[in-house]
């Protein structure tokens, strides 16, 4: 496994990009710190995207998320300080780590960990448009 900082001036293109490469990615989302433990938030929720607010130093970073009943989830991370995304040896990500000011860590860990072109079957999306 490798794990990877994302520069906080790359948030906002990274979140866009991650966000399209993983639309409906089921995942688990855990909220960690040294006062509440490891606490986990939702298991089997769909990953609808990633939102970095860049506009000012403390802005929030979101992570939108759907129930299987079709609940929408913001799940929001104040003052984020740091990225970081977990990666299995072949590149398919594993898992992303959001750290805030007060100390507090979300993880938001995918069911399988494939890479992204892979999803659609054995092999890469084909355009059929063409």
């Known amino acids: 496994m490798t794990t990877q900082e994302i520069p906080r001036k790359d948030w906002p293109e990274f979140s866009q990009a991650f966000s ?44 939108m998320l759907e129930t299987a009943n079709g609940d929408h989830l913001t799940h929001v991370v104040a003052a984020p300080t740091h990225v970081w995304l977990e990666q299995a040896p072949d590149g398919a990500d594993v898992a992303l780590e959001i750290q805030s000011a007060d100390g507090t860590s979300t993880l938001v860990t995918f069911r399988s960990a494939v890479r992204p072109e892979t999803v659609d079957g054995i092999m890469p999306a084909i355009d059929r448009h063409k």
Do not use: C, Y
């Not at 490469?21 to 929720?45: C, F, K, P, Y």
């Open 20 to 63: 399209q490469q993983h639309d409906n990615w089921l995942v688990t989302l855990e909220v960690m710190g040294s006062e509440i433990g490891a606490q986990v938030e939702g298991r089997g929720l769909r990953l609808r995207g990633l939102s970095a607010d860049m506009r000012q130093e403390g802005s929030d970073f979101a992570l």
